[in-house]
């Protein structure tokens, strides 16, 4: 089954750290971009990071930059997220997807994992 | 806040028509292709439409896409209550260089 499954969510504090997972299953990661996209509770979706298939480029929204690095290993089929400084505005829940292009070349996101809960609270 | 503005909600009656509009600007949607997801309640989004109005395969002909200038419209004909979610319109934004989604849209089935 073609899958991505996110791990490594929590509780966290207020400048604390925490490293996200995502492991693909069922296709060979290496092949695409790869991206993460959280939702604040109640909220709608927000991209955060995305990395090129051989980890040469990597872009992340502003208010994330310096704080997140966006990371993969391909020879283990995996994504990784790691945020330090957390602050309680990163509460939500991080999802992984793949980055697929069009005919044009522009990019969707096309198998999105189930997500991993990130809370931030004293 | 986003830079694509959706209605917060709509409804309609089982098998009635909805469409619903994002509206952005020549940053993004005016020369960008447009994307849908759709959002099951307690569930991760799921690709609805890509490249304005292409369907990925297993969705339904109920559900259309389009574009116009700086607006993208979704459509979904012969409602059904399994279609209830919320629903988001993506693009690229170049003044950002960032993936930008829209506010979301409530779909209800009266």
């Known amino acids: 089954e073609v899958q991505l499954v996110e791990s490594g969510g929590g509780l966290v504090q207020p400048g604390g750290s925490l490293r996200l997972s995502c492991a693909a299953s069922g296709f060979t990661l290496s092949n695409y971009w790869m991206t993460w996209v959280r939702q604040a509770p109640g909220k709608g979706l927000e991209w955060v990071a995305n990395?090129?298939?051989?980890?040469?480029?990597?872009y992340y929204v502003d208010s994330v930059k310096g704080r997140f690095t966006i990371s993969r290993d391909n020879a283990k089929n995996s994504l990784y997220l790691q945020m330090n400084s957390l602050r309680a505005g990163d509460t939500a829940v991080y999802y992984c997807a793949d980055e697929t292009q069009d005919s044009s070349g522009y990019s969707y996101f096309d198998l999105w994992g189930r997500g991993t809960l990130v809370t931030v609270s004293s | 806040q986003s830079v694509l503005t959706q209605p917060p909600s709509v409804s309609a009656a089982p098998g009635q028509k909805v469409t619903f509009s994002c509206s952005g600007s020549s940053s993004n949607i005016g020369n960008h292709h447009v994307s849908w997801y759709q959002q099951l309640p307690g569930t991760a989004p799921k690709l609805l439409m890509y490249e304005n109005n292409k369907r990925p395969s297993g969705i339904p002909d109920r559900f259309s896409g389009s574009k116009s200038g700086t607006s993208a419209t979704l459509g979904i004909t012969g409602l059904q209550t399994g279609d209830e979610a919320d629903y988001y319109c993506e693009t690229w934004d170049s003044s950002l260089s960032a993936y930008v989604f829209g506010t979301g849209t409530k779909v209800t089935v009266l």
């Open positions: 990395i090129k298939q051989d980890g040469s480029e990597k």
